[in-house]
């Protein structure tokens, strides 16, 4: 599981990015909780979090996040109105994150505001909703549909951030615990 957590959330480690998601193949649903307890404990004093998001078989969409920064995107401008319109009450984070699970389970579609938990912008959260996936301008990290130059610059960073993160990790210079920033 460490080796998903550098080569899938670096940059959520690093605090440049709000979180990360990966689909994690477990042997046991008592597995999965243990090792999600035992991160989160050692994990939150660093202001990360990580969740099972959606369960199914052997398999986990497994979401790793910082508080604190998904509080923050929550809170800008349209966010609120736009997820209200989707079934959020609220927007504080717990109730936020428990509602997108319940999205996951019940809805036979996939709940594309998903991008707003990873930090993606809302207009191209909008754009890919109402585009259905396509007439992106860019592919990256996610499609683009508004500020390309920004889209890009943001991409480059992550892609950077995770090759140090899996070099340092690969050559045992640094523990998971090193390479997460605190927040």
Known sequence: M????????????????????FTYVCPSIIDLNTYIDF??????????????LRIREKTA??????????KRDMERPGTREFLRCLGYEYTDVDYAVERLKERLENNSEFPHEIGLFLGYPLGDVI???ENSGKNYICLGCWKVYGNVGEALRTFQ???????????LWSQGRKSIWQLTMTA
């Open 61 to 70: 969409l497994i979401y790793v996040y910082r508080s604190g920064l998904l």
């Open 2 to 21: 460490e080796r998903y957590l550098v080569e899938y959330c670096a940059p959520t480690l690093a605090s440049i990015k709000t979180a990360n998601l």
């Open 39 to 52: 991160w989160n404990q050692r994990m939150r004093v660093k202001g990360i979090s990580m969740c099972a």
């Open 127 to 129: 754009g890919f909703m």
């Open 157 to 167: 960073r992550f892609k950077k951030c995770t090759e140090l993160y899996v070099r």
